[in-house]
């Protein structure tokens, strides 16, 4: 039994939804169809789920739903004409349409949730309505009968672990379901939406609660690159990496899935397919528990800039007991989250993410680590770029840091830090930002096109 | 104005005082000598301040100091015979060290540190007597007349600011000045010891105190190696190491201080010049400041085994604002100090020495890691050995890890851990303890004596 998935942009028209059926319906073990609310069809197009949220603030603040009404209708109609469905699945979206929007009852945050939520909601009785003229056996099924139950925080949602169980009983029904992505329902019977890619989390959900044998990811890429296509032109293709790998990669700028995305299927060991609605032929990148190591000790590069770097010293400082938990205690009260925390005997470093800070907070607090910590020193450096070199082979292989370290000499790039040994598959550099892209170019060349210069 | 510290070693017999007198009136800057007490002459020899401790916890428990007393009397005797003093200062150190045994107004504590304090302070009444005989003036000092003020802890009294003030009177002082190393007093008029190496303190304190220029450090090695010379024969000495370099190098087996003696000196920016009292026209081994930097990037190579590594994951860990300081917190609670936090996305690792840890504390500390951060898996590695390859050069010289990851892999060392970045002198690199002697000489190969093969 599989989950599949397919984003916006595979449910933009109905062209794309043709491929969709073409997908499901080749493969028999396809049970339950998790869909996203029709994307952009051209680089210009408005997505759905925008001209809902429009929508939205546009009726709290005049009453009325205005031009972004007849938007949305308009979409699901192009699709239904093209799809030639006729005039049924239209009005059954618009009069829930309407009835959602007269709804005066709901709490501001609360409506605009269940505005929101109606993009993937009515987009699933859309497709199972085609489903259905195509012939095949298929029913829209509401999260609510379905049992999502989520934690009442708008556009945070969590899932409840009830909701597994709940969903588990889907496995009894028959033909194939689809199933909006992106909200749940909170146990006083309101929409939740869950955070960004929530159409991902809905289906890691439903791949953990049936016990998916595989969890298929359909969107518009052929696989997952070794490298950002943006610095290494045409990067191979990464056919399997673990969960391990991936969570390693997503970190510097490796957008595959975002973060809590595939938290369900994880902790149920369902493997991820990535796969192209566009073209499905295409092998596609496998995330999986555990893999055989094959072609070398690294799986992937991913950078991302706009680190900065809190240098803290203080002579003896490895004697002193809770120096390091009164320095994290400064960044917590702060609600600062750090990346790395490189040390040498008397000083430590805090890596993190700059665009928390501005300057009057990073005054404050290098002021207050002077203060309160009696550091020597304090300053902070700005525009690193963080390298991720990761690999499950990486640790069995003597020599894979010689290798990277030689290869950014060799370029001129000069490493500004490395953090290597907790994570058994991952080396991470630090260089200036200007030094990213010739850095990353680097160590591709040494790991996956061969022997550089 | 120079202040010249004397180990036991430099002082154990009227050979090496002939010594001691020769190396200070050779240079007419030397204006105070601190002076440890009689160490050892033979391997199986006991220093002065062993039979001290015997005889205070002897007295203490019989009420006479039986034969301990002579044995300590002895050996001053035997100096004063061996330099034909006269029997005076013999009577002086004999009845000064008598009314101490006699005093029972002193709290048990109170008593130990005169007592073994009085080891040092006797032995600066028998040099200033016998350079007295030679004919040069001098003087022995009393710690409480000059002013040396010290916190009321027994063992490891730390010095209050007011006493350098106090210090920077000796300046007017006309002669050779003979300080007892080791103690103070404090402001109630008890004597308080410092920690180990405490002669080495005292020497650090008065250096800050009269604004030296200098000061020396006379001991029985004639300089600081650039590695342990027993996993490398005839190893490079060091000519000049800064106070960051020395720390670095001191944090993983490099005992040339102990931590917190060269502090006072540290903060008055006072270069330490250790010597060889045994060979004085040795170069010795400056530590200073500031050092142009010379001879490559690497000035030393230390080691240390008896680490482990507590491995802490958690999925998404990354997200959890204040995980890192509930880790440091539970190991604060336990009064554990830990050396490194390697960390990748979703997991960190803490790098302690394993002596702090037993059995039952291990469990429990691995137990409340799993069950209050709710991490997903949790282990410790033990037996690993720190590396630390230092020197002020390696921040400019791109390539340095490289030539270093390439030499430890070319010796079949795999690198379990790398920190770097934070220190801008030093790399350091974790291994198994089975591979540390080989990995040390791969890198002293590398770095000291050119290209391996």
Excluded: W
């Excluded at 909006?180 to 006083?188: I, N, Q, R």
């Excluded at 390693?248 to 299927?265: C, I, K, N, R, T």
């Amino acid at each position: 039994m599989k989950v599949v998935k397919f984003g916006g942009s595979s449910l933009a028209s109905g062209e794309q939804l043709e491929k969709v059926y073409n997908i499901v319906v080749s493969d028999s073990e396809r049970k339950v169809v998790v869909v996203s609310a029709p994307g952009k069809r051209y680089p210009d197009d408005i997505k759905v789920t925008d001209l809902l949220i429009a929508c939205a603030e546009h009726m709290l603040e005049t009453g009325e739903a205005g031009e972004y009404f007849d938007a949305v209708i308009q979409r699901y109609s192009s699709i239904a004409r093209e799809l030639e469905l006729g005039d049924e699945i239209i009005e059954i979206i618009t009069d829930s349409f309407m009835q959602l929007l007269a709804d005066t009852s709901k709490s501001r945050d609360h409506f605009i949730e269940s505005v929101k939520a109606s993009g993937e909601d009515n987009n699933a009785k859309l497709v199972a309505a085609y489903f259905q003229s195509r012939g095949v056996e298929a029913s829209y099924i509401n999260p609510k009968d379905a049992g999502l139950f989520v934690s009442d925080e708008p556009g945070n949602a969590q899932v409840l672990p009830e909701a597994y169980e709940n969903l588990y009983e889907l496995r009894k029904k028959s033909g194939i379901l689809i199933f909006p992505g992106f909200f749940g329902y909170t146990k006083e019977g309101d929409i939740a939406t869950f955070s960004r890619s929530g159409s991902d989390i809905t289906g890691s959900i439903v791949a953990n609660g049936i016990k998916a044998e595989v969890y298929e990811n359909f969107t518009d890429v052929d696989a997952v690159y070794s490298v950002n296509p943006s610095i290494v032109k045409n990067p191979k293709e990464i056919r399997e990496l673990t969960y391990r790998e991936m969570r390693e990669l997503s970190y510097a700028g490796f957008s595959v899935f975002h973060d809590e995305a595939l938290m369900p299927a994880f902790h149920a060991e369902i493997p991820v397919h990535v796969k192209n609605t566009n073209n499905p032929e295409a092998l596609g990148t496998r995330i999986v528990h555990q893999r055989k190591n094959q072609n070398g000790p690294v799986v992937g590069i991913a950078s991302d800039g706009g680190f900065c770097s809190i240098y803290v010293s203080k002579y003896l400082m490895n004697r002193e007991i809770g120096f390091g938990r009164k320095l994290l205690q400064i960044l917590e009260e702060y609600h600062l989250s750090y990346e790395h925390l490189p040390s040498g005997i008397d000083d430590i470093s805090i890596i993190l993410r700059q665009d928390q800070l501005n300057y009057v907070l990073e005054k404050d607090i290098l002021q207050r680590i002077q203060t309160e910590l009696g550091a020597d020193e304090v300053k902070v450096q700005h525009d690193l770029s963080l390298i991720m070199v990761v690999g499950e082979g990486m640790r069995c292989n003597v020599g894979t840091m010689a290798r990277a370290a030689k290869a950014l000499a060799a370029s001129g790039v000069n490493i500004e830090m490395i953090n290597q040994g907790s994570s058994e598959v991952s080396m991470m550099f630090g260089v200036i930002e200007a030094d990213e892209k010739k850095a990353v170019k680097a160590l591709y060349e040494e790991f996956f096109v061969g022997v550089t210069v």
